[in-house]
């Protein structure tokens, strides 16, 4: 990795105020070396008020670009396309013009790509702190591993960053493997994602390669979410993060010798650990649906443990400690959690509604369907 300055990149789009939020946070924001170029990256919209809010801002700590693309490219051209100055670069942090930064996040950020730059697994950083799933909407505390960041095989678009041969890597795989046919390889809850995302894209590019994300436990970046291309209904905060606002010393950890793995369902995976300290689920081959949203199509092992209600249990642990995944390590006695094969898996047909519902990703319907799903569980 080029050890100079990682460029802070905007990608900007017909939203001034948001824009000018996203700069007064960076001011505010805490930088240990100089010389950090920031370039605005702007798509052709029917306005120039983002333009004049980009080319009036003043930024004291390095070089500014402003780019005006002289055509629309869409949201997710655009992050392809502005994607590549990373290999002008070295290293890029890239913010969406809806997110809010915390005064740490050039210094994490500037030190995570540093750690990872040759961790091969590795194919980004996150800046934003997940508090809820994206497929069910449930709140998610990854295991504690005694370290301040995990790993997640779900790309961030909140926030994430890049060195030149991570966004390489997976610029290659589109050239050279991705098809329409690929898409088979996500889950249900992205297949219905718009086809406006880049991050859809990169899902497949994460699950193909068997590559993750590393992700933050405390939030480096939070997204104000107002009325835009990926949400044309109305502002809502339901994807705000808390914010880290005090200086730390981050400790982060190797991938190849963590256990705070996660799949792309949000699923715990590190299933070697887990027999090493469960003995009793040693001799099968099983993973993790404790949230209740993956179909017996989405199961890739003869087992699972499930929070669903099912029958022919080979085992049974209950669901006192949080997050869930201890009850499994602690052995603790219940019938919440079942380990059984996986053909015994009752439809979650709420859930598979919910999915239907995807393409309106932020609207009613999909509350509703939170709703129905919630009723579900209580009712089982």
């Not at 994460?206 to 590393?214: A, D, E, M, N």
């Amino acid at each position: 990795m080029d050890q100079s300055s990682p460029a802070i990149v905007i990608v900007a789009y017909n939203r001034p105020d948001s824009l000018n939020r996203l700069l007064g946070s960076l001011l505010e924001a805490q930088y240990d070396i100089k010389d950090i170029p920031l370039i605005i990256s702007i798509d052709k919209s029917n306005s120039d008020s983002v333009q004049q809010v980009a080319e009036t801002f003043k930024w004291p700590f390095g070089v500014k670009k402003v780019i005006l693309h002289p055509e629309n490219l869409g949201l997710r051209q655009h992050i392809l396309t502005v994607g590549d100055l990373v290999i002008t670069y070295g290293s890029i942090i890239m913010l969406e013009d809806d997110l809010y930064v915390s005064p740490f996040f050039y210094i994490y950020a500037y030190k995570a790509l540093d750690f990872y730059k040759d961790e091969h697994k590795i194919a980004g950083i996150a800046l934003y702190k997940i508090e809820r799933t994206e497929n069910t909407y449930d709140r998610f505390n990854p295991i504690e591993s005694g370290f301040d960041n995990y790993f997640l095989q779900l790309p961030c678009s909140w926030g994430q960053a890049w060195t030149a041969s991570q966004w390489s890597d997976f610029k290659q795989f589109m050239d050279q493997v991705y098809t329409k046919d690929t898409m088979d390889v996500l889950p249900k809850y992205i297949q219905y994602w718009s086809e406006r995302s880049w991050k859809k894209l990169y899902a497949i590019y994460l699950i193909k390669t068997g590559r993750y994300f590393v992700y933050p436990r405390f939030g480096l970046s939070t997204n104000f979410n107002p009325i835009g291309a990926n949400n044309t209904n109305r502002a809502n905060d339901v994807w705000q993060c808390s914010l880290l606002v005090f200086p730390r010393n981050f400790l982060f950890e190797k991938y190849e010798s963590s256990f705070a793995t996660y799949d792309i369902h949000f699923e715990w995976n590190a299933f070697k650990f887990i027999k090493e300290k469960n003995p009793i689920l040693k001799d099968y081959d099983f993973e993790l649906d404790l949230l209740g949203a993956k179909c017996v199509e989405e199961i890739k092992n003869p087992y699972v443990l499930t929070t669903q209600k099912v029958k022919n249990n080979e085992l049974e642990f209950g669901d006192s400690f949080k997050p869930i995944e201890l009850n499994i390590l602690l052995n603790q006695s219940g019938n919440k959690i079942a380990l059984t094969k996986k053909e015994n898996l009752k439809q979650a047909w709420f859930i598979r509604m919910q999915n239907t519902y995807r393409p309106y990703y932020y609207s009613w319907n999909k509350m509703v369907n939170k709703l129905l799903i919630k009723i579900e569980n209580i009712l089982r």
